[in-house]
């Protein structure tokens, strides 16, 4: 049977099975993906390769990878759906480079041990000069600035001149319910949020505390970005006090015990309303660099299959391309940060989906697949076309993103990434169970995955978006093999030289994971369904907002 008569049966039983009340298929016996596994294999080798120098935005490898996913999009039979009818959008972005970094701590005048980039990392955005001399340090918990909820964790504390001291995360990120979401990860738990209200206190600078179970990511991930470039959308912004600093959980520990503290019962007490901020005596910081700012534009590539009867609507499907490109060299002299996994899997899904569309007959609605540029840096190319879109977003019926973190075999299970804010995720467990796959509950919620990965930069704009991917849950070893791979990776990989390409992969969920977003995307696009978000949440209100621009 051709591809595009075999996807488009299968999208049939799909709909026939929802409309019939149809049992889902046996989950120990799910159905073969209708994407190749071998395909996203093959893009996944060449995109990771050091051909493609890590692909780093502004770098060496960005040519190189948008020249491929161009050529792999054209030779799919796609058009051009960037600006003025090329294949890219521009993202104009301000490159910081830190300079000349110094940084010690102390106490009672004592140095305590802390190598930059081993123990400690130091940032700013505030261009110039960052310096601060034995600056007193105060631990401030978990930085959280929520009377209303019962947490002023800066309450009662004078941070003039000052170091604020907090863990990463919030106070409920080991919680199964809390006012901060359980283990969800809330807005309070971002940096961002600790930065301003410490700042607004007039703290000379922050230092946020490291640990894997509050970062979801191991230090060396820090260590490997140091002195990384930083980038911000557009023109550089002016920035005043911004100096932060990073410290790894061991070294905080000697440095607390030092002032005589005990940083794992202080760490538990700030997870309480009850908790003060805490100097620590005698203990200070002092470090000092230079922020130089310059300009650079990078792109997003954005291929097209346009529609018929709803041309004027778009569903869009997006995976980054970047990944962090060349960095310190490690010891055996690799700097390059390659991205197999992260997301070479995710941006070569993309190029089969894109060909799944082109060998089938043009859907009633657009369909855009978009490769952002500068996810690690901060979702920047999502973010470039969220505000800036080349077609409408009150006419995008839904987004679909892919970024799995994942390298598996086949699966019986997908996981959602953010469960309870949209009708799509009843829509993806019904297409799921058609391919014999389950929808299991979100690994590690307190990582705060929803709000790190490029859908929602269009939820924050009101699109619809559903983030999945592949499940734990093998067919070979079950979950218990399944996690013990993800959380490998997690712990060892992610964003680590050690992200390659690795020959004995099959890329079988990969496949999974992209048919269902195939089929789920396609069902959409061939209607005029409006999928919307669920009442309280509040992405709904943007969306209703624009209700009169939408027909049925």
Do not use: C
Not at 85 to 94: C, E, Y
Not at 341 to 358: H, K, M, P, S
Not at 511 to 539: F, H, K
């Amino acid at each position: 049977m051709a591809l595009s008569r075999l996807l488009l049966s299968t999208l049939a039983l799909s709909l026939a099975s929802a409309v019939l009340g149809a049992g889902p298929v046996a989950a120990q016996t799910p159905a073969p993906p209708l994407l190749d596994p071998a395909a996203i294999r093959r893009d996944v080798e060449v995109l990771s390769s050091d051909a493609f120098y890590g692909r780093g935005p502004g770098e060496a490898g960005e040519t190189a990878t948008l020249d491929y996913l161009v050529a792999q999009f054209s030779a799919a039979g796609l058009q051009p759906g960037g600006e003025n009818g090329t294949w890219f959008q521009d993202v104009a972005l301000t490159r910081y480079h830190r300079e000349g970094a110094t940084v010690s701590l102390a106490v009672g005048g004592e140095p305590v041990p802390a190598a930059l980039a081993t123990d400690v990392s130091v940032t700013s955005m505030h261009v110039g000069e960052n310096a601060i001399t034995n600056a007193p340090l105060v631990f401030v918990g978990f930085g959280v600035d929520a009377p209303a909820l019962g947490y002023d964790q800066f309450g009662g504390v004078d941070l003039t001149g000052k170091v604020a001291v907090f863990l990463m995360n919030d106070p409920d990120y080991a919680s199964d319910e809390g006012p901060f979401n359980g283990r969800n990860r809330s807005p309070a738990g971002g940096l961002g949020a600790k930065k301003r209200a410490a700042f607004a206190r007039g703290a000379v600078a922050v230092m946020q505390i490291h640990q894997f179970e509050t970062a979801s990511w191991p230090f060396q991930q820090i260590s490997n970005s140091d002195p990384d470039h930083k980038f911000v959308r557009g023109p550089a912004p002016e920035r005043g006090t911004d100096l932060t600093a990073t410290l790894r959980w061991e070294t905080a520990s000697a440095l607390f015990q030092r002032a005589g503290l005990d940083l794992e019962a202080l760490a538990l007490s700030a997870r309480t309303p009850a908790f003060q901020a805490v100097e620590l005596p005698g203990a200070t910081m002092s470090a000092a660099f230079t922020i130089v700012a310059s300009p650079m534009v990078t792109r997003n590539v954005v291929a097209m299959r346009p529609g018929t009867t709803r041309a004027d609507e778009t569903v869009i499907y997006g995976a980054h391309w970047d990944a962090y490109g060349i960095g310190p060299a490690y010891e055996d002299g690799d700097t390059l940060r390659n991205g197999a996994v992260d997301n070479g899997i995710g941006t070569a899904t993309l190029l089969e989906i894109a060909r799944a569309y082109a060998a089938a007959p043009p859907p009633e609605r657009t369909v855009l697949f978009i490769g952002y540029t500068s996810e690690e840096d901060g979702l920047l190319g999502a973010y470039e076309y969220a505000l800036r879109p080349l077609r409408p977003l009150e006419t995008t019926a839904a987004v679909f993103n892919l970024d799995p973190h994942l390298a598996l075999p086949m699966t019986r299970s997908l996981e959602l990434i953010g469960a309870g804010r949209t009708g799509l995720e009843a829509d993806l467990a019904r297409v799921a169970a058609v391919r014999g796959l389950t929808i299991e509950p979100e690994h590690n919620p307190a990582a705060g995955w929803y709000g790190r990965s490029d859908h929602f930069t269009f939820a924050e704009q009101g699109v619809p978006t559903v983030y999945f991917r592949a499940g734990s849950d093998l067919v070979e070893g079950g979950a218990e093999r399944g996690m013990a791979m993800i959380e490998a990776y997690n712990s060892r990989d992610y964003h680590q030289r050690s992200d390659e390409f690795d020959p004995s992969w099959d890329m079988v969920a990969a496949a999974q994971e992209g048919t269902v977003a195939y089929l789920l995307g396609r069902e959409i696009a061939d209607s005029g369904r409006w999928p919307t978000w669920n009442e309280g949440v509040p992405y709904r209100a943007l969306r209703d907002a624009s209700a009169a621009s939408r027909s049925e």
